[in-house]
């Protein structure tokens, strides 16, 4: 395509511009900190103009024969405007002041994407952006030579026309524009879809999850190591419980954090790490995210739209400025007793076993916890069930949303991998479980007014924090019975030891014919939603049907 070379171009350029300042990560906190507030910690705190990604102006664009997303009118605007556009950026980049630095994302001898972010700072400000991305990913001077080495790169004006705010992915060729966005997610979850893509062509499936190791001590007393993976959405839980010591205090207990984020599944069950920061939603409980609430005490945590006070106060349950404040905490400032020496999870041979949560948030029905099939996992990696954050879309907080693989930045075919999936899991059937965890509750009951406002007639009864810390606990430790589910085909905990298994039932809060209504409604949904991926494997589709 011509537009991909003009693109080529343009980026080409860039490292021999004389308005382009290459800033080293300590220069760019010098510059970033003169215009943040400090905060009681000695970190800073910044606000930002957009505050949640922009996933509706999101254009994917390159080789046709590439399965990309369908177009809402928006997008397809933007794709038509496409070369004027283009030329538009082009002479603008020429004028701006911009700030360059170049970081490496992954720590590993395979795969090792070199990543380069420009960010114009005609607005002063938005200094903080590659100051708070290079605290991210990691010193690039240490790519090794013999590694699989895309070079990414991605270029910020912030000050763009607001009305013309548009996020340009270029995947074949590694390069992503953000114009009138100065959200730092851009940038974060930018580069990690390219390196998603390309991971891709090494048959390596990039998932949108959180890795840890848990040890944990059997009913018999024999330690188990294993890996774990949270699947989930932004702003479910993936970073909570990735994070979270699930009070594993026995002998020999404990958790080892390796990532919050996306991770590169490899078929022999290892995952190569992205990141040596962890972007996370700042609505922390320290009674009970102990090691989220220290990390973000850090000198190097950074934040964005967090209320802080006059006198530095942090006050993270403010939501005045936002649903969707947001920090960069350092994975070491989460404690070496709990963290892993890589930020990669070993292959299954090295360990007893892996264990995968799909985390989801649905208010009704769904069981807290559910143990899957093979084919059951796949189509709950296709389902990709949740209901909508402020990081999402803030409109639409609270609505039921499906996005497969819990992970809004795959490119290409997504049938390919939900069967990679598939045929991971059942091929390792023997080491790996799999669950769906919902860090929602039940007795919620909406219904439509009469001029069309969804309205709350009944709250939902939240699962607290500890309460899924104690299922994550007793599922490492082996000691949940499992009873089958009459409605979903589905396993489900028959008790779990400190957990309120009453008060979270869906039996308490609905008649018997509620349930049945609901349960069949959400079980056509499901089946109706997989039917739109005919290249999914039969095995997967079949699973959900009752």
């Excluded at 984020?261 to 320290?286: C, M, N, Q, W």
């Excluded at 609901?518 to 739109?532: G, Q, S, V």
Aim: proline share 4%; with cysteine; hydrophobic share 35%.
């Amino acid at each position: 395509m011509e537009i991909l070379e003009d693109v080529r171009k343009i980026v080409a350029g860039l490292p021999n511009q004389t308005n382009v300042i290459r800033a080293t990560e300590q220069e760019l906190q010098d510059m970033a900190e003169k215009v943040g507030n400090k905060t009681e910690f000695g970190n800073y705190n910044f606000s930002t103009s957009v505050k949640s990604r922009s996933a509706g102006v999101t254009v994917y664009i390159g080789n046709p024969d590439v399965q990309l997303p369908k177009l809402n009118a928006a997008q397809q605007k933007i794709r038509e405007n496409l070369p004027n556009t283009m030329e538009q950026v082009a002479n603008y980049l020429k004028k701006a002041p911009l700030v360059s630095t170049k970081r490496k994302m992954c720590d590993n001898d395979e795969y090792s994407p070199e990543c380069t972010i420009y960010v114009s700072t005609y607005r002063k400000d938005s200094i903080r952006l590659p100051y708070m991305w290079a605290k991210l990913l990691l010193d690039a001077d240490t790519i090794p030579q013999m590694a699989i080495s895309p070079k990414l790169n991605l270029i910020y004006i912030p000050e763009w026309q607001e009305k013309d705010r548009q996020i340009l992915v270029f995947p074949e060729i590694g390069v992503t524009f953000v114009l009138g966005s100065d959200y730092l997610g851009e940038a974060k979850k930018g580069f990690l879809r390219m390196a998603m893509w390309f991971a891709k062509a090494q048959d390596m499936l990039g998932i949108h999850a959180g890795a840890k190791i848990v040890r944990a001590k059997e009913p018999g007393g024999q330690l188990k190591r294993y890996s774990m993976l949270f699947f989930g959405l932004s702003g479910t839980g993936k970073t909570t419980h990735s994070c979270h010591n699930h009070a594993l205090f026995g002998e020999g207990e404990g958790v080892e954090i390796v990532q919050d984020d996306i991770v590169l599944l490899k078929k022999d069950g290892s995952a190569l790490g992205t990141e040596r920061g962890f972007y996370l939603k700042t609505d922390i409980y320290p009674e009970h995210q102990p090691l989220i609430y220290k990390a973000a005490q850090g000198r190097d945590a950074v934040f964005e739209n967090v209320m802080v006070d006059h006198t530095g106060k942090v006050e993270f349950l403010d939501e005045t400025l936002t649903g969707n404040g947001r920090g960069v905490i350092q994975r070491t400032d989460l404690g070496e007793e709990n963290i892993t020496d890589s930020i990669d999870l070993p292959p299954l041979g090295e360990i007893d076993g892996m264990i995968i949560a799909f985390i989801t948030r649905r208010n009704t029905v769904v069981p807290m916890a559910s143990k899957l099939t093979p084919e059951q996992a796949a189509a709950y990696f296709m389902l990709g069930e949740s209901i909508e954050t402020s990081a999402g879309d803030p409109t639409r907080i609270g609505e039921s949303v499906r996005v497969v693989g819990t992970n809004p930045f795959i490119v290409g075919n997504e049938e390919d991998e939900g069967n990679w999936f598939y045929d991971f899991v059942k091929n390792n059937s023997d080491k790996v479980q799999c669950y769906l965890l919902n860090t929602g509750g039940s007795g919620e009951v909406r219904e439509v007014d009469e001029k069309g406002h969804r309205i709350i007639k009944q709250k939902v009864n939240r699962i607290e924090i500890p309460e899924m810390a104690s299922i994550i606990r007793n599922i490492s430790r082996g000691t949940i019975e499992w009873i089958e589910e009459p409605h979903f085909g589905i396993q489900v905990a028959k008790d779990i030891e400190g957990v309120d298994m009453k008060r979270l039932s869906p039996e308490t809060y609905y008649t018997d014919e509620q349930i049945k209504e609901m349960d069949d409604t959400l079980n056509k949904e499901r089946i109706e939603y997989l039917a739109k991926y005919p290249g999914l494997k039969k095995e997967i589709v079949d699973s959900m049907k009752r």
